[in-house]
């Protein structure tokens, strides 16, 4: 019995994407699409990156580090020089943590 050649896939190796729909970024954001198209407007104006004009589609990295930017406390590498710089002053300084530690 003659063997037959084997097809190949249509995808050969999956490629993670970098930009990606509105209902992806909504799904992001543990949100409904619907709940997302009533809040964005809201969103775009606290910094919310805008979807590319051609495409349509959000910049996956730029939505993630939105998210992170929000909370400059925990992720301060996210933060500009400047706006790290002027942040506000640790609540204890090296000087007392050290002496309250002996």
Not at 8 to 21: G, K, N, W
Not at 38 to 61: H, I, Q, S
Request: aromatic share 8%; charged share 30%; with cysteine.
């Amino acid at each position: 019995m003659p063997r037959s050649v084997p097809r190949a896939p249509d995808v050969r190796f999956s490629v993670d994407p970098a930009d990606i729909p509105a209902e992806k970024v909504a799904r992001r954001m543990h949100l409904t699409i619907v709940q997302f198209d009533a809040c964005k407007v809201r969103l775009f104006t606290r910094g919310f990156p805008r979807p590319d004009p051609d495409t349509g589609m959000y910049c996956l990295e730029a939505v993630d580090r939105w998210r992170l930017q929000r909370h400059p406390a925990l992720f301060p590498e996210l933060m500009p020089r400047a706006a790290a710089a002027t942040g506000a002053d640790p609540e204890k300084n090296l000087g007392v943590m050290a002496r309250e530690a002996y």
